[in-house]
């Protein structure tokens, strides 16, 4: 007989070895199988909404009503980015004790979106700042000194995001701001001037009220000392190097503050390089020349880029881009050249 062979004759396998050992065999339930999945994702209708005041390593400040609690983007939002200036949905824990943390579920649509890239050949664009209304732009009349070519850059990029931009001359107590703000005379720029000693106040309200304002500026002009003084906070500010005559970064994050007589301000990290890889070569006439002039059609079979420029060619020699009208032609070529478009005046 062999070892399989029934012993009892009941024709069951309780007396057979193998049949013990398989008698007690534990069947374990599939883990993934025991709940169906579903294509139906949660629609959140009743979602806490807020906007999104400043992005730290993971973590996210929403204002909800008048608090800012913590929040956590969900996993279901995958690789989309949530930064400052979003509208968004939370759910969780939103009460805004210690210790609580609410998780950001949606990202709504963005009416603006202000960018830039590494460099002009880099067309990975970072996102800084979404949904504000306008830009200032911060440059110090001297230490250090101002870089026309810098803000041509910042300009281009208010425009492409849809951005109402707005310049700030700081330190005119150091040097007459008038030479340099001669570049842009031909802009419909609204232009405010501070004092090293003096805010304008009065000035800044009217500008700011009501909007929200992200503020761009090269590091040490003193963006974030002008911040402190309309807003009642305490971001870091730094000096010039006297030795290279740069400022040293001391904002390193983005933060929307509370405008003490109305509106907000987005304080973001100062820069000295602003890439423009990701904005098309036709965007960038506007900040070259008076958005305020409708731009003409070019004809058919004419590159956009070289009816641009010669357009602004006829603005140079009728006078319409004032005495700096050839150094805004060079700097618009120059700028074209170096995001990869051939240069329109090369022949």
């Not at 069947?27 to 949660?42: F, H, L």
């Not at 070519?149 to 005119?172: E, N, Q, S």
Request: proline residues 6%.
């Amino acid at each position: 007989m062999s070892w399989w062979d029934d012993v009892d004759g009941d024709d069951t396998d309780d007396d057979e070895p193998y049949g013990q050992y398989e008698s007690k065999v534990r069947i374990r339930p599939n883990p993934k199988g025991n709940r169906p999945r579903t294509k139906t994702r949660p629609t959140y209708d009743d979602a806490t909404r807020g906007w999104v005041t400043n992005v730290d390593r993971g973590r996210f400040g929403v204002l909800v009503d008048d608090a800012v609690i913590t929040a956590t983007k969900a996993r279901e939002l995958g690789k989309k980015s949530v930064v400052t200036g979003d509208r968004v949905s939370l759910v969780g824990d939103v009460s805004g004790e210690p210790g609580s943390l609410a998780r950001i579920v949606k990202v709504d649509e963005r009416t603006t979106l202000l960018r830039r890239s590494a460099d002009d050949t880099d067309e990975v664009e970072r996102v800084i700042v979404a949904n504000a209304d306008q830009m200032l732009v911060v440059v110090a009349a001297a230490d250090p000194e101002p870089r026309p070519r810098l803000i041509d850059r910042y300009l281009v990029a208010a425009f492409d995001a849809g951005l109402d931009p707005v310049l700030c001359v700081t330190k005119t107590d150091l040097a007459d701001p008038a030479p340099f703000l001669a570049h842009f005379a031909c802009l419909d720029l609204r232009i405010v001037t501070s004092r090293s000693d003096d805010v304008p106040f009065e000035a800044l309200h009217e500008v700011l009220d009501g909007r929200v304002t992200v503020t761009v500026g090269h590091s040490g002009v003193g963006k974030s000392t002008l911040v402190n003084a309309i807003t009642g906070s305490t971001r870091a500010t730094g000096v010039v190097n006297a030795v290279t005559g740069r400022g040293r970064h001391t904002s390193s994050s983005s933060i929307a503050l509370r405008v003490r007589d109305g509106g907000w301000i987005i304080d973001t990290p100062g820069v000295r390089s602003f890439g423009l890889g990701h904005v098309e070569p036709a965007n960038v006439f506007r900040a070259f020349a008076s958005h305020a002039v409708p731009v003409r059609e070019p004809a058919d079979g004419i590159p956009l880029d070289q009816a641009h420029d010669w357009e602004i060619v006829d603005r140079v020699q009728d006078g319409e881009l004032g005495p700096t009208g050839v150094e805004r032609l060079d700097s618009f070529r120059a700028l074209l050249t170096g995001m990869g478009a051939d240069d329109p005046g090369a022949d």
